[in-house]
């Protein structure tokens, strides 16, 4: 059974960076087919690709917060890591990653974790 | 980047219903467009890919069609459970994008 989980800090403050940590089972993040991507959702809005890395490390960044973003892998860990610098009360979202099939669909996808940005 | 528009936003409707839903992209994408449905509370599940390959163990009354810049996603005789949110995404390119959802609730 393949899942994903979020973890990280629930509270940040306004120029702090945040750092995500996505763990998987199930699938290798050195599967061939398979990645890693993180997208967010602001509360009551729509969903918003971040980033994405696939097995051999190559990795994708959404335009507009490119400058801010930073993707990451351990596999011996089976972690994907998602660092986002200078936070700001509009990064309130909640963040989700889900594993990428080559495809590049997105199945299945983490629980998610809500992330309030507040001084 | 691509941008993905659906409509309508909303809709109401009833079960039994069928339900049409559809995703226009702002240049051709071939079939590389997927569906997913949201729950309020819930992560997005995969429904459709490919444009209209049915996920492993979603319910045949999804179904999807289209090509390039035009796609639909039909429910037939829509289910209690059904009501929920449904996001189109294009994975043409890998600067993904998703559509502004349409949120199907009861009548």
């Known amino acids: 059974q393949v899942t994903l989980k979020e973890s990280g800090p629930v509270l940040v403050k306004p120029t702090e960076t945040l750092t995500l940590t996505c763990t998987v089972s199930g699938f290798s993040l050195n599967n061939t087919r398979m990645g890693v991507t993180w997208i967010r959702q602001s509360p009551g809005k729509a969903l918003e690709w971040l980033a994405h890395?696939?097995?051999?490390?190559?990795?994708s960044y959404s335009k507009s917060l490119k400058s801010r973003l930073t993707i990451s892998k351990d596999t011996s860990k089976s972690q994907v890591v998602l660092s986002m610098t200078n936070m700001d009360p509009v990064d309130t979202a909640t963040y989700y990653c889900?594993?990428?099939?080559?495809?590049?669909?997105?199945?299945?996808w983490g629980q998610g974790i809500l992330v309030t940005v507040s001084s | 980047d691509i941008r993905l528009t659906q409509s309508p936003s909303s809709l109401s409707a009833s079960v039994g219903d069928r339900v049409i839903i559809t995703c226009r992209a702002s240049q051709k994408i071939s079939r590389y467009l997927n569906w997913y449905q949201q729950k309020p509370g819930k992560a997005p599940k995969l429904l459709i890919y490919?444009?209209?390959s049915l996920q492993s163990g979603v319910p045949p009354r999804f179904s999807g069609s289209g090509s390039e810049t035009e796609f639909t996603l039909t429910i037939i005789s829509l289910q209690p459970e059904d009501f929920a949110t449904y996001y189109c995404?294009?994975?043409?390119?890998?600067?993904?994008?998703f559509g502004p959802g349409t949120r199907v609730d009861i009548k």
């Open positions: 890395i696939f097995s051999k490390d190559e990795k």
């Open positions: 490919g444009a209209s």
């Open positions: 995404q294009q994975s043409y390119s890998t600067l993904f994008t």
């Open positions: 889900a594993r990428m099939i080559s495809g590049n669909w997105f199945d299945p």
